[in-house]
């Protein structure tokens, strides 16, 4: 029996991709973004939702999965994760001033 691959999933793993590169390109001119703490959090909801999409993709999708197409969405996952780190050292936070 040959491994399962669907079109579904290579489309999130191009969205994965597609979000790595706007979370790089923002870490990488982040002083010259006009609002990048605006665009970080824009980013961040668009990963949420694509953390969501992808569990209830595997959900559905169970067992039928194949493990390569699995671990193409995991390694891009993973990937992606290892982009956050970079985009968090360039958020500096707000000190309040107490009274």
Do not use: C
């Not at 995991?74 to 500096?92: S, T």
Request: aromatic residues 8%.
């Amino acid at each position: 029996m040959s491994e399962y691959f669907d079109e579904e999933g290579l489309l999130k793993v191009i969205k994965i991709f597609e979000l790595s590169g706007e979370i790089s390109k923002l870490t990488w001119g982040w002083n010259d973004h006009s609002d990048p703490i605006r665009k970080a959090h824009e980013l961040m909801d668009k990963g949420q939702k694509l953390y969501v999409e992808i569990s209830e993709y595997e959900q559905r999708i169970g067992p039928k999965l194949g493990m390569q197409q699995k671990k193409n969405i995991d390694d891009a996952m993973e990937d992606m994760g290892k982009l956050i780190p970079y985009m968090k050292n360039k958020i500096k936070p707000t000190e309040l001033i107490t009274q």
